[in-house]
C-alpha cells in the first residue's frame, strides 16, 4: 500500500481531526517503528508501519473487517477496467480497507476487506495456503479423467497447479440462481428456445491464487467457467449474504481468522523470524548433477524442503517420456516416434499427492503413472530414450519454464550445464560405481523388489556410460560446479557440506 502522511493515518484512525493529530505528533507522543516522529511531513504504509500513540498501537483502537458478496461486474483490485465499479461503491465506511485475496470481475462471492495490513500479509501469504472453497459452473459435463487432472493439477502457461480438491456436485448449489443453460433464451413468440450445452457445477478447493486461475484451468479441459463464485476464505464463510451486501466480521469470525493467520504462534515472535528470513540472501536457483544413485535426488529434495523452495527432480521427467514410450508400444530405437511422444505428452510432476511411499506424482496425459516409471523396464530404456536430441530438448523447455519463477532446486545430469547455465550455486554429485550400486540395490529391496547387486552393478555402468558419452547434453560436471565425491559419505555428512556451500553462497554475496 502507498505512504500516507503520518496525521491523515492518525485521523482515520479515529484519533480526531487532522489538525487534532498534528498536536499529538510535535507532541511527540507517537512513534514510527519504535522511532518518535515530531515532523509533521512524515510519511508512512499504513499496511505494515507500526504507529503507535502513547505506545499504544494505532491498528489496536480502529480495527475493521468486513466481508462482502462482490457481484460479477466490481473490481476486486486496482487494475481499473474501463466501465468497471469497483468493490468501493458498494462499501462505504470511513476506513481505508484493502482486498485480501483478490476476485476477478467476472467472478463473485466473498471478498474480504480490513485495514488490518499485519494479518492481510499473513493470510496472502503463499507459504500458508489458506483453502480457498469456490463453486464454479462450467459448460458441458467433466468426466471423472478430467476432475482428477483437476485434482492433481494441469499445466498453465505459468507453471503447474497445486494439488486441489475438486467435487462434481449432483445438484446446483442452492441460493445461487439458475444456471445459465436454465436461462433459456425464449425467441419469439412460437419459436423454440434457443439450446445451449448443458452445465454443470464443481466445487473447488485451491490453496493458491493465480489470475484466472479457475477459468483458465477448466477451459484447459474445454469447460469454459460461466461463474465463479467464492464461499469460503480459510475458516470465513460468506453464509447468507446476498449479492451487493456487506457486513462487519463478528468477533468469533476476527478471532478465527487470526488463529488461521497466525497458526498458534504470537504474531510478534513470528514477525522476528520472518524478517530474519528475508534478510538471508540465498541462491534462487540451484541446479544438482550426478551419475545414477549418487544421492542427488535425497539431498535436493531435503535441501528444497530446508529452503521451501520448488524441488524438481528431472530424471522424473525422462523416465515418464520412457514410461510413456513403452505403453504405447513404440520401439525405443525408433527416435522419430519417441520424440514426437516426448513433445505431445502432458508431463506433471507434483508433490506426492497419495501418500503410498511414492516420491512425487507423475501424471502423463493426465494418468498417474508415478509407480511405473521406477520399473527395471523403465531403469533399461531410460537412457536411450533420453540420448535423442528431440526429447531433449522438449524436456529442457519445460524445465527452464518450471524454474522462472526462481527459488527452486533442480536435479539431473545437465542442468548446471545446459537447462541452468545460470544457476546461482551447482552442485555435482559423485561416487564410486560400487558404492552407488550397492546403494540402488538396497533402495530395491527396501521397496519389497528383487535385485543381485552384480547385475545392479551393470546396468548402472550401462548407463553411466550411455549418459557421459551420448552426443547431446552428455552428463558433466560444469566448470563452476562445486564437485562432491560422496563414496565414503553418508547423507547426513554430505547435507553438512552442502549447508556449508550455502552459508559460503551468502557470505560472499552478502558482502558485494
Ligand atoms: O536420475 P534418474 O536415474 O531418475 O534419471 C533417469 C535417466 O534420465 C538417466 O539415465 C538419464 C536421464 N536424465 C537426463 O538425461 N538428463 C537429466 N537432466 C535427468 C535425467
Not at 445451449?196 to 490453496?207: A, G, M, N, Q, S
Request: some cysteine; proline content about 6%; charged content about 25%.
Amino acid at each position: 500500500m502507498a505512504e500516507e502522511r503520518l496525521q491523515k493515518i492518525l485521523a482515520q484512525a479515529g484519533l480526531g481531526s487532522r489538525r487534532a493529530c498534528e498536536t499529538l505528533i510535535v507532541a511527540g507522543r507517537v512513534t514510527v517503528d519504535g522511532r518518535v516522529v515530531t515532523e509533521l511531513g512524515t510519511q508512512a504504509d499504513p499496511a505494515t508501519a507500526d504507529v503507535r500513540v502513547d505506545g499504544e498501537p494505532l491498528h489496536a483502537q480502529r480495527l475493521r473487517y468486513v466481508m462482502l458478496h462482490k457481484p460479477a461486474g466490481y473490481l476486486s483490485g486496482m487494475d481499473p477496467r474501463a466501465g468497471y465499479p469497483s468493490w468501493e461503491e458498494l462499501v462505504k465506511v470511513p476506513e481505508r480497507l484493502f482486498v485480501v485475496g483478490r476476485l476477478d470481475h467476472d467472478s463473485e462471492g466473498l471478498l474480504l476487506l480490513t485495514n488490518d495490513g499485519a494479518l492481510a500479509q499473513r493470510l496472502l501469504h503463499p507459504k500458508h495456503e489458506h483453502p480457498k472453497i469456490y463453486l464454479v459452473q462450467v459448460e458441458g459435463v467433466p468426466n471423472e479423467r478430467k476432475i482428477r487432472r483437476l485434482q492433481h493439477g494441469v499445466m498453465l502457461d505459468d507453471g503447474p497447479t497445486a494439488p486441489a480438491k475438486v467435487e462434481l456436485l449432483a445438484t446446483p448449489p442452492l441460493g445461487f440462481g439458475k444456471p445459465k443453460s436454465q436461462q433459456m433464451g425464449s425467441g419469439g413468440p412460437g419459436e423454440p428456445p434457443v439450446r445451449r450445452r448443458p452445465t454443470r457445477w464443481l466445487k473447488v478447493t485451491l490453496y493458491e491464487g493465480r489470475k484466472r486461475q479457475l477459468r483458465r484451468m477448466t477451459a484447459l479441459l474445454g469447460h469454459e467457467a460461466l461463474r465463479v463464485i467464492r464461499i469460503s476464505i480459510g475458516p470465513l464463510a460468506l453464509g447468507e449474504l446476498r449479492p451487493g451486501k456487506w457486513r462487519d466480521l463478528a468477533p468469533g469470525e476476527v478471532r478465527a481468522l487470526r488463529d488461521a493467520a497466525y497458526g498458534g504462534h504470537p504474531p510478534e515472535l513470528d514477525a522476528a523470524s520472518t524478517e530474519r528470513k528475508t534478510k538471508l540472501l540465498l541462491p534462487n536457483t540451484i541446479a544438482i548433477d550426478g551419475p545414477s544413485a549418487s544421492g542427488k535426488s535425497t539431498i535436493g529434495a531435503r535441501l528444497a524442503k530446508d529452503l521451501g523452495y520448488l524441488y524438481l527432480d528431472t530424471g522424473v521427467m525422462y523416465r515418464a517420456v520412457a514410461a510413456v514410450v513403452m505403453a504405447r508400444g513404440v520401439s525405443v530405437s525408433d527416435e522419430a516416434a519417441v520424440t514426437t511422444l516426448a513433445e505431445q505428452v502432458e508431463l506433471q510432476v507434483l508433490p506426492a499427492t497419495i501418500a503410498d511411499g511414492r516420491d512425487v506424482t507423475v501424471l502423463a496425459d493426465g494418468a498417474d503413472i508415478s509407480w511405473d516409471i521406477r520399473k527395471p523396464a523403465i531403469e533399461r530404456a531410460v537412457s536411450p530414450v533420453s540420448a535423442y536430441r528431440g526429447v531433449r530438448q522438449a524436456m529442457v523447455l519445460q524445465q527452464r519454464r518450471i524454474a522462472l519463477d526462481g527459488r527452486a532446486v533442480m536435479v539431473g545430469r545437465d542442468i548446471g550445464t545446459v537447462v541452468l547455465p545460470d544457476a546461482d550455486l551447482k552442485i555435482y554429485l559423485d561416487a564410486a560405481l560400487q558404492v552407488r550400486a550397492e546403494r540402488r540395490y538396497r533402495e530395491r529391496l527396501a521397496r519389497g523388489e528383487q535385485a543381485i547387486l552384480d547385475q545392479v552393478l551393470v546396468e548402472l555402468r550401462r548407463r553411466d556410460e550411455i549418459d557421459s558419452q551420448r552426443q547431446h547434453s552428455p552428463l558433466a560436471a560444469a566448470p563452476d560446479a562445486i564437485v562432491i565425491d560422496s563414496t565414503n559419505l553418508s547423507i547426513d555428512e554430505v547435507m553438512a557440506f552442502v549447508r556449508q556451500l550455502l552459508q559460503r553462497w551468502t557470505q560472499t554475496h552478502q558482502r558485494h
